[in-house]
């Protein structure tokens, strides 16, 4: 159950902040747009456990906001805001590829159209489809996270899998205490095999300047003030406390001279890893039954 409540409130509440944070970029200049979709994309690939680093530091070891903040970090609402700062940009990146295939029409129709009513009525409906995917791949991301739930002690399936196992060395017992890794991400598949996602442009470019005078004011605002907070709580706090902290300077020669092999793995790991998925795209993407692949990427990596 805290495996479900977890993915459940970490699909939530990235799609809500995501669609919000992107409705408020339309507001900006492309240019703007373009670098803050880069920072959401680095939030997505810093380490997990680096966040979590983070806010130990912050709330755990005697410092004066742990008084401030009202939420248990060690717990399933505190994973869940861990786990949503690092899966925001799905649904901020899902908002924007859904908003590039907005029309002139479909903002001339109606001139008057402008924040809360064009969110309600043309934002959200276009989105909604890739809301809908990216929530099933947070989903999916969440309920196989082993790394913050681990780290926070919260009891969820992946560690609880894992430790089995090991303790028992019995794979077919810890499969069967595993079921849902694997029976979730089969009921999520159909979600995600017919899902189409829609070509952008099919008649006019895009209307950035139309899009910019709908949405400035409150829309601008709100969201605005949502990015620039989860831009601060997902990227600039972990990168200020990790390059701040006098301790990565001085331990960063040690950890090279110690394990250079570690660190070369890592790099080779990462870029076979990319040239497979690459590979493996370019030769299934003609192919319908090439969506069954999307079962590899929701199932859990400890019951792979």
Known sequence: WNSLLLAGLTAAGAVALGFMGAAGALALPAR??????????????????LNVNAWLQLLETGSPWARWWPLPLRSVLGTAFILV?????LGYLACLAAWRGLESWQLEGETHLAGLGLARWLLWPMARPYLGLAAVIVVALSLSNFSVPAILQVKVLPPELWVRFNTTLKPADALLAGWPLLAVPLLLLPLVWTRAIPWPRLEHAFPEALLRQGTRGGLAVCGGGVRAVLLGLSLALPLLQLTLSWRTWLELPVVWQAVPRAIWNS???????ALGCFLAALATWRFRAGALAWILFLVAGTLL
């Open 32 to 49: 703007w747009q373009s670098r803050l979709a880069a920072a959401a994309v680095v939030v997505l690939v810093l380490p997990p456990f």
């Open 267 to 273: 790099g080779v790991l990462g870029a076979l890893a």
């Open 85 to 89: 700062l690092q899966a925001w940009p």
